[in-house]
């Protein structure tokens, strides 16, 4: 029987953990009881470097139940770096994983769905959005014109696909080798490969607390996105100057015309703009091209992507008995 490890990131949320956790627990004990899993099978947290009592609700309910597993990460990092620390962690004693948020967000009958895809012979199983409706309009229409804009620019991601969902360890071990510091799973498991499918699932509203991912960190992930599958902006930079030397050779014809039928004095407002409209598009050009070698400047650094600073009790037993 296979050993199905749930990865949890948490980053500050005593609020929901006391609930959620129940509701993971109940999950692996009903699986293991209908002997669709091994009874080796665990949750695990991740805690993201909470300021809060994070850590020690994970490491009570460790030392309660051991089925609850927990590692915590030197500081905060953020959603991404966490779930690829609880993944690897996860890798070392699973067969497979499957992540979702901590906040009762991601509908925990999914992962049935999910066990029976993978049965089927999937080695990745995503969990979809079936609709938004419980999401703010705002959050609806930014994510959707997202979602728009990587196709547009050529990054293979699924659609309404955030980051539940089931990675068989096979899957980890290559994923390992993707070595990039900029995160940004969704796009990165797709390059994986591996037989792949779907399952759809009703996404909830969070149980308590508020979101990490106000506006100004939405984008950013969204930019990292971008920047991270795909160099289509760098290609769009050089086919606006190509359409701006054409248009250009134009206005130099024009203007010798005009120099030679003299009439060339006046022209201080088409200068102007000309000169305003040119320097805007080097300035945006120059700043996506800038991003692209601050990109390179991180990955040059090869710096760790977490650092695991703490484990629970079990864990740590579990580590020892491995390095033996
Ligand atoms: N999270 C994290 N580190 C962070 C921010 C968030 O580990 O720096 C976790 C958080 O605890 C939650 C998941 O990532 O389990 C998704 O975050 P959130 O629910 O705030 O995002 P939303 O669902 O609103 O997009
Ligand atoms: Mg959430």
């Given at each position: ?5 749930l ?20 999950k692996?004990h ?44 030197s500081?905060?990092?953020g959603?991404?770096n ?52 419980k ?8 994510a ?27 899957v ?50 969204a ?46 407002a ?32 090869h ?22």
């Open positions: 029987m296979k050993t199905l490890y990865v949890i990131p948490c980053y500050n949320e005593t609020e929901v953990l006391p609930e959620t956790s129940l509701m993971f627990r109940e692996i009903t699986l293991i009881h209908e002997q669709k899993i091994s009874e080796n099978s665990r949750v695990l947290f991740v805690d993201d470097g909470s300021r809060d009592e994070t850590w020690k609700i994970i490491s009570s309910l460790a030392r309660q139940d051991e089925i609850f597993e927990g590692i915590r990460l500081r905060n990092r959603h991404q966490a779930l690829l620390a609880g993944l690897l962690e996860a890798a070392k004693y699973a067969d497979i994983t499957i992540s979702m948020d901590c906040d009762g967000q991601d509908d925990i009958a999914a992962v049935d769905k999910m066990l029976e895809e993978y049965e089927k012979g999937s080695e990745v199983v995503y969990g979809v959005r079936s609709d938004r409706k999401d703010t309009f705002f959050k609806r229409g930014t959707q014109l997202f979602y728009r804009i990587m196709k547009l620019l050529g990054a293979d991601i699924v659609y309404n696909h955030a980051d539940y969902r089931l990675i068989s360890v096979r980890l071990k290559e994923l390992e080798k993707f070595e990039e510091v900029n995160l940004f799973l969704r796009g990165m498991v797709p390059l994986v490969g591996f037989p792949s499918s779907t399952v759809y699932y009703e996404r909830k509203v969070r149980v308590a607390g508020k979101t990490h991912y106000p506006l100004k960190r939405m984008l950013s992930l930019f990292n996105g971008i920047t991270s599958l795909s160099v289509r902006p760098l290609q769009l930079i050089a086919c606006m100057g190509i359409g701006i030397a054409l248009v250009s050779f134009v206005g130099v014809l024009w203007s010798i015309l005009m120099y030679f039928m003299g009439k060339t004095v006046s022209g201080w088409s200068m102007t703009c000309i000169v305003c409209f040119i320097s805007g598009v080097q300035l945006i050009s120059l700043g996506i091209i800038g991003e692209y070698i601050g990109k390179i400047y991180l990955e040059t650094k710096r760790p992507r977490f650092i695991i600073s703490e484990y629970t009790e079990g864990m740590k037993e579990e580590k020892e008995q491995k390095d033996e």
